[in-house]
């Protein structure tokens, strides 16, 4: 309500708000009253919430299947690994909750997490822990 009152205040100045947006409900919602709103946690903690925010919010793209994620990602850091700029760790922990809610997180999580700091660490890391996410979730199936 602040935020509203100081955009109803202050037309001319461009507001934007920024904390505990979770859905693109509440995106909307908020852009009805001021001039844009920024996603943060909820895109760090659950990246893939990001499709549902580019659905509503009219992005009319088809959201790719998390896998098809990873597959695009392998290439990325195929590239990045390449260009000797950066770690693996790096580049996985921005992937930690790909799969969050789902069935086989924790094992999605726990691979990346306990394997991406090793000097070996490839690409072949993300298949490894998407395999070990599908077999987690078969078992609990």
Do not use: C
């Not at 760090?44 to 990873?70: D, I, M």
């Amino acid at each position: 309500p602040r935020v509203y009152a100081l955009k109803k205040r202050h037309p001319a100045l461009s507001i934007h708000i920024n904390g505990g947006i979770t859905s693109a409900t509440d995106m909307q919602e908020h852009l009805r009253h001021v001039d844009g709103a920024m996603i943060g946690r909820e895109a760090y903690q659950n990246p893939y919430a990001l499709t549902r925010f580019e659905a509503v919010l009219g992005g009319g793209h088809l959201a790719p299947a998390r896998e098809h994620v990873v597959a695009q990602m392998q290439h990325y850091t195929d590239a990045q690994l390449a260009s000797g700029r950066v770690q693996l760790k790096h580049i996985v922990r921005h992937m930690l909750g790909l799969f969050n809610g789902l069935p086989g997180a924790r094992q999605w999580r726990r691979t990346l997490s306990e394997q991406s700091h090793r000097e070996d660490a490839d690409s072949g890391l993300l298949q490894r822990a998407l395999l070990a996410r599908e077999e987690a979730a078969r078992s609990v199936a």
